[in-house]
């Protein structure tokens, strides 16, 4: 049973840092693609992050301009986001989700991703 869980979310002020964690289950980071997605209120769903074992170098918004870093574990099991220098502009509802295989649009397309987890709040503010 393929199941991906967020964890990390909170308040921080503008500036701040906050490390999200995505524990996945059910299978394997060498077969499957990871992305971190987010979403504000009356906003559509937003790329944030896409990692896959197999690419060059991991992807990221253009919004992120260095700000946010994507890792795994040394068991490949759980996917981090990093993010520093926070904005209140990132505030949002932040997901993790599953690429679809093969793949079906680009790397920051929510239609392409057929496993979410529930997702965790991230809310910048002073």
């Known amino acids: 049973q393929v199941q991906l869980v967020e964890s990390g979310g909170g308040s921080v002020q503008p500036g701040g840092s906050l490390r999200l964690s995505c524990e996945t289950s059910g299978f394997s980071l060498d077969y499957y693609t990871i992305a971190w997605f987010r979403q504000a209120p009356g906003n559509e769903r937003q790329g944030v992050s896409y990692f896959s074992k197999s690419a060059s170098r991991p992807y990221y918004g253009d919004f992120v301009k260095g700000r946010f870093t994507i890792s795994t574990d040394s068991a490949g099991k759980t996917v981090y986001l990093q993010m520093n220098s926070l904005k209140p502009e990132d505030t949002a509802v932040y997901y993790c989700?599953?690429?679809?295989?093969?793949?079906?649009?680009?790397?920051?397309?929510?239609?392409?991703?057929?496993?979410w987890g529930q997702g965790t709040q991230v809310t910048v503010s002073s």
């Open positions: 989700a599953r690429r679809k295989y093969p793949f079906t649009s680009t790397w920051d397309d929510p239609d392409g991703y057929n496993y």
